[in-house]
């Protein structure tokens, strides 16, 4: 019997430079506080905060690349939605009428620290999409 040869693979070492930095550019782009960077990555140390930022790279636990996967999602589907890259960019911040936001901002709902709220921001600007 022939034993099947697979590739050694390390997602979260793999993974961890590009999402960092598809992050970050995010980040930037909504114009996020420091304070509430940290938070949406799950309140990593602060060291460790500042270390991913000035290396742009390094190894992320699964619930950081899950933040990190709903963001890009987030990001995807607002530059979707909003051809106007200032306008998409903006979003986050404005108050939200609907149910979900009951008044707030997406980007209130998703600094609660809970994986969820990301989750449910992204499944509401996919619904949006249609």
């Known amino acids: ?9 390390h997602p979260a070492t793999d993974l961890g430079g590009p999402a960092l930095r598809a992050f970050f550019n995010i980040a930037e782009r909504w114009n996020l506080r420091i304070a509430d960077q940290r938070r949406l990555l799950g309140d990593p140390p602060e060291s460790t905060f500042y270390k991913w930022k000035r290396l742009q790279s390094g190894t992320l636990g699964r619930d950081t690349l899950e933040r990190i996967s709903y963001l890009l999602g987030i990001f995807k589907d607002l530059q979707i939605l909003f051809p106007d890259p200032g306008q998409a960019d903006g979003w986050v911040h404005r108050a939200n009428k609907a149910t ?17 709220d990301l989750y449910v921001v992204r499944q509401y600007l996919d619904a949006q999409r249609g």
């Not at 019997?1 to 693979?9: D, G, R, T, V």
């Not at 979900?100 to 969820?116: D, H, I, K, Q, T």
Request: hydrophobic share 45%; charged share 10%.
């Open 1 to 9: 019997m022939a034993a099947h040869l697979q590739p050694e693979s």
């Open 100 to 116: 979900l936001f009951s008044g707030s901002s997406a980007l209130e709902r998703m600094l609660s620290g809970n994986v969820a």
